[in-house]
């Protein structure tokens, strides 16, 4: 189900304006992406694909990454987690892949 689906089904926007629906619509699903991989293993996941996938929040995330918990790469605008940081992260290993 794409996000303009969902909108058009919800009752919690029944009165929202459509300019403002349809700007919520054309955001991207980050699970779109990840169902379009199938088995390819990506090198990096972006912040709000690793919320989908983790099921850590994004709150939790970025206080990781500011406290140094979780190592995180810009590209441009764009802030990305090298997936075997991410999988580090989640695991609980440090950085040498002793268990914390």
């Known amino acids: 189900?794409?996000?303009k689906e969902k909108l058009a089904g919800s009752t919690a926007l029944?009165?929202?304006?459509?300019?403002?629906?349809?700007k919520l619509a054309k955001k991207k699903d980050p699970m779109e992406r990840i169902k379009a991989m199938g088995n390819v293993q990506p090198l990096s996941w972006s912040i709000p694909e690793l919320v989908a996938l983790s099921g850590i929040g994004r709150t939790t995330i970025y206080a990781a990454i500011k406290a140094g918990h979780l190592s995180v790469r810009k590209i441009g605008r764009r802030t990305v987690v090298p997936a075997d940081e991410a999988r580090r992260f989640i695991t609980g290993e440090s950085a040498t892949g002793e268990a914390a």
């Not at 029944?14 to 349809?22: E, Q, R, S």
């Open 14 to 22: 029944a009165g929202v304006p459509a300019a403002i629906t349809d």
């Open 1 to 3: 189900m794409t996000i």
